[in-house]
């Protein structure tokens, strides 16, 4: 297929003569530091935009989706965002506490929680705001900050039910208060059909503890649902008759209409997809011939089922492969293997997901909802890419 | 069931009054540089032998398995094996050759490489002495020592037979070599069956690329097979006609049996799983009531289908819960929900997998291979919990 490639560097000096790390012993490795990146990766890692970002208490770290493949985001680069700075809690000094409308309210340890059934899950966790910035026009210049503000990792936890059963929830126990221990206090209102469905109370993260800056030692986990409801640090569920209208729920994470009418409790992330390889910071060195296109596609409402490619702007579709497991709210991994002519392309994925919705374009969503909202932008992202193999952020009507 | 636990703590001091984290802003979070687990985890390490290891050029880094849930091993605590220190090669110098046998051979840069299409698999690497140091008895003080030589992650690579069908297999290409590209300079002989089946050359492990210690930026994945034949730092498959008999097939990596004959290329490891929680650094702090179990269970010739455990040192079985994705030649997580009743335990584990193979007791291997060996020690292993819930590694006949 691309043999031509691989023949023309037969005599290449780099393969045909001995190099520096044959000939020396390679670097120690140290078994009491825990391991980290090759220099040579040094480029991979979150990042953030000045102007959106208030100060170092107030961040928001995107994700490099442009640098990393397969479906699991490492916890050295998975998006963070804070209110008040990460947390720094002793886990030994850590308690939950269920209380409200239950018949026994209860606090646990973390050693408590470790005694009860555990269960394993891969999940997407997106932000409400992720791609938010371009919902009036192609604006930030990669896709680590056009739809980096997600990620996809194993979690290990007991599941919210399992606690509430515990507790025993009264019979006008129908919404619970979850709220953080860290210094910005954050709570969100749950109504109970979800907190007894597939919410997890989460202690590990691909395998490990959590990481400080997603919630250590706990975290609560919200499948499918926009991430500030994954409350971090957990600290406390209360279980009240109806929802709590608190500042993250009511100032913020509403969508303003664009006859001024605001939603609320817009939880599930809808279906979606991104193209991250080409993208901006991703361009096509090797010129025309055979390449791949990838890319992740998501949805809070369960699996991907069907994902397509447009290289003319959606003139004409193809279908992409999807590849490596395919998992309930997970991210999926899809690939696109085709020949380019080495003309300039628009490229888009679509993504499908399994109750048949279908990925809008981003001129539907505003057909439907004004400009007004940043909030859950699922619309069909474009790249330009361009003879030279250089790609820019664009949009198509 | 445990309720009792949680309400006993409900004027905890520690959760009815204001804490520090609360008071105060956390941490900023730096961006600017890669992720590391929380302060009070940095007892989840890999840890050496020290009695077996010459020296850091030559070192064996066991996995936390103890510390550890789920399934996905974290990159920066995977067990690694290096026989010439940890080769640092820049990526834009690596190169990979196809030759021998073959009618185009081939020389591919990492970016020629990005051109093909990539799968993504979750596997285990078992190293074939895992478990070696107790053929003779019981004698390590923790799971991370008897079991820890393994990890389990998501790898992003090229089928090999994509690029052998690149290069053109003559019709008497009936076996590979894969060589390193380091200072050891390390190759296996690997049958065409196999590297026609679902080997990968891999450039990516849990979406980020791979570790210096695990072959950076190039290794070969050989599902289910012993790590040995696990190539990192890839530079090179030739074909041939036979295979090589190299160093670390024939003085290494062979199987000495009882009566002075050795087997060798016993690729495939065989099912196997441990109990990693109790276990001698995991002692039973609550004391006796509801709790759980965990462990792992694998099998290079597929999925597991069953885990059996016993409390009473193989009287009585029971079956395991086994969680999260059942994927082949993975890790798979099992739990045990039961109430202890405060008494000594002799807790085993027993893995079946999908062909039907049983894990055997470590007599029963004893029996048919004799004592000389340390490799392929697949056998069900003994933990005794004391009444205090200490535990101690042990065997019993």
């Not at 209110?83 to 002793?90: P, T």
């Not at 026009?137 to 606690?163: C, E, K, W």
């Not at 790249?383 to 952020?393: K, L, M, R, S, T």
Request: proline share 5%; aromatic share 8%.
């Amino acid at each position: 297929m691309i043999a031509s490639a691989g023949a023309a560097r037969a005599g290449d000096p780099v393969i045909t003569q001995m190099q520096p790390w044959r000939e020396t012993l390679g670097d120690p490795v140290n078994a009491k530091a825990y391991g980290t990146p090759s220099e040579f990766e040094n480029h991979v890692l979150r990042r953030r935009v000045e102007w959106l970002t208030a100060d170092a208490f107030s961040s928001i770290d995107f994700t490099p989706i442009d640098q990393l493949d397969g479906l699991i985001t490492p916890n050295g680069v998975c998006f963070e965002r804070h209110h008040g700075g990460a947390a720094q809690i002793d886990p030994a000094q850590h308690r939950l506490m269920i209380n409200g409308l239950v018949d026994r309210p209860l606090v646990f340890t973390m050693e408590d929680l470790q005694r009860f059934p555990r269960e394993n899950h891969v999940y997407f966790l997106e932000c409400a705001a992720n791609s938010g910035m371009e919902w009036r026009g192609a604006q930030m210049d990669s896709v680590q900050f056009t739809h980096g503000m997600i990620h996809n990792v194993m979690y290990t936890g007991i599941p919210l039910r399992v606690l509430l059963d515990e507790a025993g929830i009264k019979p006008n126990g129908k919404w619970i208060l979850a709220e953080g221990a860290d210094a910005s206090g954050l709570t969100r209102s749950i109504p109970m059909e979800k907190a007894l469905d597939d919410v997890l109370v989460a202690f590990k993260m691909n395998g490990e503890a959590l990481r400080v800056e997603q919630g250590y030692p706990l975290r609560l986990v919200v499948p499918g649902w926009e991430g500030s409801t994954w409350i971090k640090w957990l600290r406390r569920i209360e279980i009240g008759d109806k929802p709590w209208h608190h500042r993250e729920e009511a100032s913020k994470y509403t969508d303003l209409y664009g006859d001024g009418i605001s939603r609320r409790f817009t939880w599930v992330m809808e279906a979606k997809s991104v193209i991250t390889s080409p993208s901006p910071t991703m361009p096509i060195r090797h010129g025309a011939g055979q390449m791949v296109i990838t890319g992740l596609a998501w949805s809070g409402r369960g699996r991907i089922k069907q994902v397509d490619i447009t290289l003319d702007g959606g003139k004409n579709w193809h279908k992409a492969r999807l590849d490596g497991p395919s998992l309930n709210k997970s991210l999926h991994r899809f690939y696109f293997d085709f020949k380019w002519d080495g003309k300039p392309m628009l490229i888009q994925s679509r993504a499908h997901d399994e109750t048949g919705y279908v990925q809008p374009t981003k001129d539907a969503l505003r057909t439907s909802r004004g400009v007004n909202s940043t909030y859950h932008n699922n619309g069909i992202q474009t790249w330009h890419v361009q003879a030279d193999g250089e790609v820019e952020n664009v949009e198509i009507s």
